[in-house]
C-alpha cells in the first residue's frame, strides 16, 4: 500500500513540474514574439553625424593639405602694368618739356589767362607747330584717351576696354578728330580768306586743350591708385576741370566768331555745323560703336 502511494506522488510531483516547463516556454515564446512585433526606428541624422565624427581626418594632423579650388574659382586682378607705364611715360615727357622748354610753358599760361596776351603770342609767332607744343597735344591726346577709359569702365565694367589695347584704339580715335578738326579749321580759313581769325581760335583752342592735358595727369595718377569708393570726387574734379576748359574755348572762340559773323553768316552757320556739331556727334558714335 506504501508503495502505491509513493508511485502516485511521484507521477504527481512531474506531472506539475512538466506544466510549470510548459508556462515557461509559452511566457519565453510570447516574449520574443512582442520583441519581434516591435518596429525598429534609426534616426539617420545621428547615425551620419556618429560616422563623420569616426572618419574626421584634420588639416593639421593629416598628412594631405586641404585642397582651396575645389568649390571655389580664382579671381584673377587685371594687369595694369601697361596702365602704370603710360602714365609715368607721361610724367616723363612733361617734365622734360618744363626743363626744355619752360619759355613754352610761361607763354602758354599767359595765354590762357590772357586773351590780350594770346593775340599778341599769335601775331607775332612764326612757327604753327613747334616740337613742344606737339607733344604738349600729344599729352592732352593720350590724357584724354586714358580718362575715358576710365570712365567708361567703371560704368561698363564688361566692355571692349578691358584689353589693355583699348588704349591704344582710343589714342587714334583722339588724334584722327584732334587732327582732323585742325585740318578742316585750315581748309574754312584758306577757302574764305579768313585765316587770320582762323589762326587765333586755333592757337586759343590749342593752348587750352595744353592746358587740359596738363592738369588731368594727377587726376589720372588718382583714379590709377584710388579704390571706387573714391571715383565719384575724382570724376567731379575732372569734370570740373573739362567744364572750366570748355567754358573758356566758347568764351574765346564767341570773341573769334564775331568776326566771322560779321563777315559772312553763312559761312559762319557752314562752320558751327560742320567745324563744331558734326564732329562731335560723330566721335561720340564711333566711341560707342568700338568701346561700348
Known sequence: MRTIIIFLFLVFAVSLHAQDDTLALAQDSMTVADSAAQVIVIDTAAVYHADSVAHYSSALTGGARATWYDIEQERRMPDNTFMFLLLVALLIVLTTLKLAFSNDFTDLFRSVASSNIASQIVRSSREDLSLSSFLMNGIFVVSMSIFTRFVLLHFYPYSALSDNFSIVKLIILFTFFFVAKFALLRYI?????????????????????????????????????????????????????????????????????????????????????????????????????TAI
Open 189 to 289: 580759313g584758306n577757302l574764305f580768306e579768313l585765316r587770320a581769325s582762323v589762326d587765333e581760335y586755333l592757337f586759343n583752342l590749342s593752348a587750352i586743350v595744353r592746358t587740359i592735358g596738363i592738369a588731368m595727369i594727377p587726376i589720372l595718377f588718382m583714379l590709377y591708385a584710388s579704390s571706387e569708393k573714391y571715383f565719384l570726387f575724382i570724376f567731379i574734379a575732372s569734370l570740373v576741370i573739362l567744364s572750366a576748359g570748355v567754358v573758356m574755348i566758347v568764351i574765346r572762340g564767341l570773341s573769334t566768331s564775331y568776326k566771322v559773323m560779321y563777315s559772312s553768316l553763312y559761312h559762319f552757320l557752314i562752320y558751327i555745323c560742320v567745324g563744331e556739331i558734326l564732329p562731335v556727334f560723330l566721335f561720340i558714335k564711333l566711341l560707342t560703336k
